[in-house]
């Protein structure tokens, strides 16, 4: 069974990868299982710059194959914000409620047709030796005016599929990894997984 690290800590995000790796026979690692390895600034000015960031580094550092995904929210009334700083949007260390009490502050007056957003999601992929492929996923929605559901994470319970008439946290897993912007990369993925396995 080959290992493979996911580049993260987040417990969402780690669930949501392992799901949709099901059954190509892997032996799934996370940053946890390597408490050794330095801090990983995350500093690139795009989601592609440091998700190869992180995939290289964890690679490097483990020896082991690795993805590594940087994904955010970019609302319309905000020109792109909070893009690359999604998660530290409420300032560093903030929660994700502090990060959604943030966004909902600023579009408190807001009305719905001017809601519109974009989550975009960067899966990278490395191995040890240097070798490197990326892929994207995005999904279009409109933020609410509170939080809903229970699922998910980060801005998940603000971000209404208006085809679905839901939240992404209002969806169960497996409904949730057809949809969103990361299930969406990891569909694409699995085509440049299964082309470093075979190396």
Not at 52 to 78: C, H, M, N, P, Q
Not at 120 to 147: T, Y
Not at 155 to 167: A, C, H, Q, R, S
Request: glycine letters at 12%; aromatic letters at 8%.
């Amino acid at each position: 069974m080959k290992e493979i690290v996911i580049a993260t800590e987040n417990a969402g995000k780690l669930r949501e990868i392992e799901e949709s790796l099901q059954g190509m026979g892997l032996r799934i690692l996370s940053l946890k299982d390597f408490p050794f390895l330095p801090p990983i600034e995350e500093d690139g000015s795009t989601f592609q710059e440091n998700a190869l960031k992180k995939a290289k580094t964890v690679a490097y550092y483990t020896g082991r194959l690795t993805i590594a995904d940087d994904s955010g929210l970019e609302v319309d009334f905000l020109g792109g914000r909070p893009g690359v700083h999604s998660a530290r949007f409420a300032g560093q260390g903030a929660s994700d409620a502090d990060n959604n009490y943030k966004l909902l502050q600023l579009l408190k007056d807001v009305p719905p047709s001017q809601r519109g957003a974009s989550f975009r999601c960067v899966i990278a992929v490395a191995n040890p030796q240097g070798e490197q492929k990326w892929v994207e996923g995005g999904c279009r929605g409109i933020i609410g005016d509170r939080e809903r559901g229970e699922n998910g994470f980060g801005y998940d319970p603000l971000f209404i599929l208006p085809e679905l008439g839901k939240t992404l946290a209002e969806l169960p897993l497996q409904e949730k990894n057809k949809v969103s912007h990361r299930g969406k990369a990891l569909a694409a993925l699995k085509d440049v997984l299964e082309d470093f396995l075979v190396r």
